[in-house]
């Protein structure tokens, strides 16, 4: 043992941690955020489910080569055949696909495309009953994230840093 | 028909059967047991701004959380191991929460209301309670599993630790009062001062060494959820998992009512619209063992877990050598030098 503190100072360190005990059961208020009833706002430029815009694809797969989790996959689609002329000749195009079983979230596919089509939605918390149900192919994936539901209407908050506390949160109206 | 209910009824109220079975007893045990342990979840939760159970009973801050889950121990099924020794593993659990509580029946709960009176009711107290954590030992042994042996044999190294200096000191206390009758210590105290002015040191000490046998934080040495999974508890499931962690609460209980008497001047002094019931002795004992339940749970939100021999080292180096100076404190007292 290098140093021996007395005997003094550790009962006063003792008690010193039993009267910071007493300060905090006494402290407001909790960090705890209840989620169902009170949601966090996000800030801007959060990084949640993917938003695609079938009618600005242009088909460069660049989303999918950048994908670092290989979650975006380039579909092979036909056209709708729409009979007369056209009917049979139209080329097939690639559409997006993305499986959110893999995704990261990272966003280099919003970055990248070219003409944008693909955005953030603030949509991060979607529950599926299948695993497939999380694999979307274009069809699936245009329609965009699923729609969040709340019992109530929850109650909006902001974090805010707090020299004292660390973190608090305001609620927003 | 209602001479019967007259003569159940009388039965009930009849001290020998009250005091075992209601209060201090088993009923009330288990409604402490319940509380006590959400109070504990709540306060470490509060401490660490959380919120702790909350949401069975949202407007009394899930209060009745622990009736949820003693049903749920209930209906799950008790698992056995092939290779447990099964008399043990079965009636360990059972012996562990009995031994646990039935010092209560030594208890009293005012001057003339009491299951029994003895001259060493302090004594059987102390004993019975120490029994308990012997149970702990066979349970660890007989349930055939690395942790619950080391669980076990933690529980050994700690008995031998904190029983004989909590008994050191509390024989302080009956050197003080020249009794080892709970009845007349609390009569003494009205005379003189509560047990925790005559003598400060054997109040800390026992009140060390109470977080010390009851496994609370820092001693919670023997379940140490973090390094071996539950103590001498790891096999269990269902209603014998929720029997071997109520014991250490219903010790805590039966320990903080020992704390009350033998310190706090136990169910003196009653409040005017209290007394001459029977109620009142009862209100003012339960009051008391319940502020020193809260303080010890609420050791949980401020200490860490101490390794084994740094808990051995206080027990051995500092708080038997105080067990022994509380006793010429107590000599001190009598001489009337300390006052």
Not at chain 1, 126 to 153: D, L, N, R
Not at chain 2, 69 to 96: H, S, T, V
Not at chain 2, 176 to 187: N, R, S, W
Request: charged share 20%; aromatic share 14%; net charge neutral.
């Amino acid at each position: 043992m290098s140093k021996r503190e007395s005997t003094a100072s550790r009962l006063a360190g003792h008690l010193e941690a039993i009267l910071t005990g007493f300060k905090y059961l006494f402290a407001e208020p909790r960090m705890t955020v209840r989620y169902p009833e009170e949601v966090i706002e996000l800030p801007e430029g959060y990084r949640g489910m993917i938003i695609y815009h079938k009618e600005r694809c242009i088909s460069c797969s660049l989303c999918a080569m950048i994908c670092p989790a290989d979650a975006i996959k380039m579909h092979l689609e036909r056209p709708p055949e729409s009979g007369g002329e056209s009917a049979g000749k139209a080329k097939p195009k690639r559409h997006p696909g993305i499986n959110y079983t893999r995704c990261i979230f990272c966003g280099f596919c919003v970055d990248v495309c070219p003409a944008g089509a693909l955005e953030f939605s603030d949509i991060h918390d979607a529950v599926y009953e299948e695993f497939e149900a999380m694999i979307y192919p274009p069809s699936e994936f245009e329609k965009g994230p699923p729609k969040q539901e709340f019992p109530k209407p929850p109650k909006r908050l902001r974090p805010k840093m707090d020299e004292r506390r660390g973190i608090r949160y305001e609620p927003l109206d | 028909m209602m001479q019967i209910i007259e003569w159940l009824m009388d039965l009930l109220l009849s001290p020998w059967v009250f005091v075992p079975l209601v209060y201090p007893g088993l009923i009330s045990a288990f409604a402490v047991l319940l509380f006590i342990i959400w109070l504990e979840r709540k306060i470490a939760a509060k401490v660490q701004m959380r919120y702790g159970p909350l949401y069975v009973l949202k407007q009394l801050g899930g209060v009745i959380q622990l009736v949820a889950d003693l049903l749920r121990y209930l209906f799950a099924e008790p698992i056995i191991p092939r290779e447990a020794d099964k008399i043990p593993f079965i009636f360990g659990p059972i012996l562990l929460f009995a031994s646990s509580y039935l010092s209560t029946v030594a208890i009293p709960v005012s001057y003339d209301f009491y299951a029994f009176r003895s001259d060493i009711s302090l004594l059987v107290v102390l004993g019975i309670t120490t029994l308990a954590p012997a149970f702990n030992l066979i349970i660890g042994w007989g349930s055939n599993n690395k942790f619950g042996l080391i669980g076990g044999l933690r529980e050994g190294y700690l008995i031998t630790a904190d029983e004989i200096p909590m008994f050191v000191t509390a024989l302080a206390m009956a050197i003080l009062y020249g009794t080892m009758d709970l009845v007349k210590m609390v009569e003494i105290q009205v005379d003189w001062a509560w047990g925790i002015l005559l003598n400060p040191l054997a109040a800390v000490t026992f009140f060390v060494l109470m977080l010390f046998s009851t496994s609370r934080f820092p001693f919670e040495i023997v379940e140490a959820d973090s390094e071996i999974v539950m103590g001498p508890f790891t096999e269990y499931s269902g209603i014998l998992y929720g029997l071997t962690m109520g014991a250490s609460y219903v010790k805590l209980y039966v320990l903080s009512l020992l704390f009350a008497i033998l310190f706090l001047g136990g169910w003196e002094p009653v409040p005017q619209f209290l007394s001459g019931t029977i109620l009142g002795p009862g209100l003012v004992l339960f009051a008391k063992a319940l502020v020193v339940m809260f303080l010890q749970v609420f050791m949980r939100s401020v200490y860490p877990r101490y390794r084994i021999d740094h808990a051995l080292r206080l027990a051995w180096h500092i708080l038997f050598p105080l067990s022994l100076v509380s006793v010429f404190v107590s000599f001190a007292a009598l001489t009337g030098w300390w006052l």
